[in-house]
């Protein structure tokens, strides 16, 4: 099966892929079911009985997630094939389907209806936990980039993700970032090359890391991590033009900076137990970006609930 056309535009209008959405979500809607069917629903809900829901904000904080929701409905068999008019429309005939009332990126408040469906009941009930994880993860991870970007706005440095993300769920989770205002660092492996300390090792020294990456792949963005001022200074002389800065402290960072300042392309990006109370501070030091791990494995959900409509 592959998802409703329309679904799958809407994805790829915010960089995700169908493909890869669906195998998601078919893989959780199937963890609900692989003991057997809804006993609860089937037994509470009548064959025919028809609602209609509303997703509510229970508290504030920034949506992410609602292509992903439309992708959960149409994988449990709630979105029809076609539906007359614009995507999201009920129409005058009682259609199914799912209407969102807020976008992705948007600020919520508590009370905030984000998102109204129209389904067969017992399909909605059991759609219900899958989408509702979806969207409070998603935005719990929107949420909390918000606040990053916010406290870094008007230095010039910006928040990125890392590659510390759930198995299975880093394109939508590094789609959340964005979301909340953060841009992405490497989606994997091979679209761009980490230089880290057991690299180093390997290769016996920075310079000599670089340079065999650089013969490897000689087009690929290259960053190397470096852990004392030492190594910076040699990251830089050998050609880096990432360098990320490990662990190190305020002054640290500014000595860095002022490194780099001889090197005009020069980009630094400081990662390693940051704190947002420290945010500012640490942009101000000259670095380019803060890179933060816990974006994507700490965040809160936001809480979200789904509630059938009289």
Known sequence: MTLNARISERLLAVGLDPEE????????LDEDLRYGPDVTSAATAAPDARAVASVVAREPGVLAGLPVVLAVL??????PEAVPGSLGSFGALGTFGAEPMRADGDRIEAGTEV??????LRELLGAERTLLNFLTHLSGIATATRAWADALSGTGCVVRDTRKTTPGLRQLEKYAVRCGGGVNHRMGLGDAALIKDNHVVAAGGITAAIAAVRTAAPGLPLEVECDTLAQVR????????????????????RSAAAMARRYPSARLEASGGLRLEAARAVA?????????????????????GLDLLD
């Open 21 to 28: 959405t669906e195998r998601v979500v078919r893989g959780a």
């Open 74 to 79: 149409d994988a449990a068999g709630i979105w």
């Open 115 to 120: 998102l109204r469906i129209r389904a067969p």
């Open 234 to 253: 040699e990251a830089l002389d050998a050609g880096a033009r990432l360098v990320l800065l490990d662990n190190m402290d305020l002054p640290d960072l």
């Open 284 to 304: 101000q030091t000259g670095v380019d970006f803060v890179a933060v791990g816990a974006l994507t494995h700490s965040s809160p959900a936001l809480d979200l």
